[in-house]
Nanobody
Framework: QVHLVESGGGLVQAGDSLKLSCVDSGRTFNRYNLAWFRQAPGKEREFVAVIGWNDYTAYADSVKDRFAISRDNAKNMVYLQMNSLKPEDTALYYC?????????????????WGQGTQVTVSS
């Protein structure tokens, strides 16, 4: 079973950096593909980044070159380093996990979700 808990959100200014963390209490963490999604008020939940069980990574165009996803299988952790934050990055950020290997940018692929951590970027 997978149980995801995010942390690290907060209120920052434009241009600042923030690092989100997500811990999983399951025992087969290293088999999962792990992703970050975000949802702004009144908008659909959107893909941000994914890291595969084999360390494959992919990013949304809007965060590419600013955000970096990583994982530490020994600690059952996945991270999202966010640099050069913009007001449009303001959202509730979710960690998600799946054993599937197709359509990793689609939220329907993911069966396990955390509760989210709020990131607010002021201008």
């Amino acid at each position: 079973q997978v149980h995801l808990v995010e942390s690290g959100g907060g209120l920052v200014q434009a241009g600042d950096s923030l690092k989100l963390s997500c811990v999983d209490s399951g025992r087969t963490f290293n088999r999962y593909n792990l992703a970050w999604f975000r949802q702004a008020p009144g908008k659909e939940r959107e893909f941000v980044a994914v890291i595969g069980w084999n360390d494959y990574t992919a990013y949304a165009d809007s965060v590419k070159d600013r955000f970096a996803i990583s994982r530490d299988n020994a600690k059952n952790m996945v991270y999202l380093q966010m640099n050069s934050l913009k007001p449009e990055d303001t959202a509730l950020y979710y960690c998600a996990a799946t054993l599937g290997n197709a359509e990793l940018r689609a939220k329907r692929t993911y069966g396990y979700w955390g509760q989210g951590t709020q990131v607010t970027v002021s201008s």
